[in-house]
């Protein structure tokens, strides 16, 4: 285990550790102790029955719901429903390569197994109902390794989810996320100081993390982004600027083993595991009352991936969101972003199911 | 200088190597006797007025055109037309940094000065005029960098060119290429094999080149591409494999210092630095017949970046190439490419000018 103070309260407010013990992986090998950073938002009902389950993406946590996506005014409203976001297992919050330490020594940094979206959705599930006694969500959602979550909910637990939104994400990963998610690993694991694995310190890994930033500034956001120079409302002098004072401190704060153990997930994410490769079969289990949010400026999940899927949904609705920033428009930083997510979730939420 | 058997007749067929002498460049500092890789297709007339000019991309050389453009099929007919294509510099085969040796020997490897999209052409202008007697180009045509050699040539010598066809690259690149050409150089350069530019093989940066191969299988091809399996149809069983037998080996026969030359130089080919930074009046200097042909899946010269200037260009029509291999369709791999090329050329080579 290292220390690294980005992973702390400091910056990213409050939220609880909650172990749900032993966590068996779909590849093999398991969590001695799982701990799950969980941040909850109102208050659950006697019945068990008002809440909102969010899962988070690649790098991200529940810090940016907790900021953009749930209040008063959003459809993720704490004031009607108990909304429970959990940071994936990696994500430097929850049990991750650089913080196992205890239980979990014996899986620190490069001994740190792989770990697949359904070990995630199952550690959920177990925390849910066996910390919080829920059974039942009237919503799932998440964005990008969010979405792939919340397809695994959709087709593993079909009985629990009432209503689904995966947002900028695929059931399936395709072959260009999956080179993608590669590209993403060698700028990385390239950096001598990577060492395997077994660096001292984020810092030593700088030059491969900002290589790594640089990769997520040619897919992260749409060519238009960057030709209209979108970044200047974010007051920003210059795309250099951008780049030095957001997306590369953005990342180098980050632990590099937690990062290639979350690439490793989104790379295989696939419900069609499920059912012997037949995705429509996967797809056909679902009974949740689903729209697909894509992002219609999305570099790597392409609208034309998500309405494949959509397809295969039953009684499904596609919500296409339209953001010149791309798939880093999942940040909210667009002011006509949030707004469109909420009109579709609370219309999805007012749904009978 | 160093040996690299990549850059030899071996490889690349027929070819002469023609000196154009001195040649100083935009940047500062001079190319001593900058010798151009010159390949030849049919018969100059003695008005000399039957020439058709040629440049190419980043990592191509003639070769490509010789295979898949030109023929007495294609609208780059040898038997009607004088078929020019110059290699550009920094190629491998003209003056590039691997190759520096004689006069040159002071400007070898690391020491190589920066080169422009406008050094090319006043030096492919340069030997049209004075070895072969051209004054006059029925036809300018290009992809990619090609295309951008194409664009210059536009603005820089209207007279000279009657008819142009910028193929899949834009008159002024975009900030989204510039990150692109980054996240390239930055995978060679990141390589400790590659010793600030003084390796002594391009083999000691086999890793840097592997890796940057990896990139262009992110960004050189459409998402359809790889969830289609289009490389099965080249007849590899994986996209792995088709990564390790035919993108991989591809770049690491490659110098490295030479495609960080025409990476720094696609970054900034800009036809606006001739008015100052004004676009529309650099291509408002444009009198060519002017298709602009873009492919409608490429992922870093999109579509609208083509409409956005072709709009700017009196007279000239758009386009667009279907073909879901995205920008490195330009290899004519997918049957149906070289046909739609095909047919708009003789369609622009047909209209009296």
Known sequence: MIENPFYSHEFHGEYDLISIGRLDLEEGGSIPDCRLAVATF???NDACDNAIFVSTWYSG??????DVYIGPDHALNPEKYFIVVVDQIGSGLSTSPHNADGPNAGIAMSEFPKVRIGDDVIAQER?????????????VTGGSMGAQQTYEWMVRFPDKVLRAAPI?????NTPHD????KALTEAITSDPGWDGGEYKSNADVVDGLTRHAGIWAVMGFSTEFWKQEVWRALEFESKE?????????YFTAMDPNDLLAMAWKWQRGDVARHTGGDLAAALGRVTAKTYVLPINEDM???VRDHIAEQ???????LRVIDDILGHLGLFGVAPTFIGQVDQHLKELLDTKV
């Open 61 to 66: 946590t529940h810090q940016i719901f907790r």
């Open 311 to 317: 397809e295969l949904i039953k009684g499904s609705e």
């Open 42 to 44: 109102g208050t659950l």
């Open 178 to 181: 999956f080179l993608f998610g």
């Open 241 to 249: 600027a951008f780049l030095a004072g957001f997306l590369e401190p």
């Open 168 to 172: 900028a994400g695929t059931a399936q």
């Open 300 to 302: 790597f999940f392409p």
């Open 127 to 139: 925390l849910l109902r066996e910390h919080f006694g829920i059974e039942t969500l009237q919503l």
